[in-house]
């Protein structure tokens, strides 16, 4: 049997790219500027701010969630999320040194 696409690929480069497919979407991309920005928890308020519905702001947070973005912890009948600061730490330094291997311009196309 053939490998799967992903096991021709490094570990780093896998868990990158599944990092920016849970954050490619402007709401999800909202919804992280949004944590940042209140340097807290969030409970609940994102469907105002956002104007989404809350279906729609759940499955965004899942996706984060699952790709382990954000943390939530269950506070009364509502789940809170904030910035999973090791996953924050990882992705920073990752597409910081992703960025940083670009040489500059050259004599290309």
Known sequence: MGLTKTEIFTE???QMA??????AHPARIAILQRILQSN???CGDLVEELGLAQATI???LKELKNAG????????????YCIE?????LLQNQLGDFFASYQGEQ???
């Open 18 to 23: 599944a990092w920016l497919k849970a954050m």
């Open 12 to 14: 780093e480069q896998n």
């Open 107 to 109: 004599n290309c196309c």
């Open 69 to 80: 973005i954000i943390q939530g912890t269950i506070e009364g009948v509502s789940i809170c």
């Open 40 to 42: 807290t928890c969030i």
């Open 85 to 89: 600061p090791k996953t924050w730490k």
């Open 58 to 60: 759940s499955q965004h």
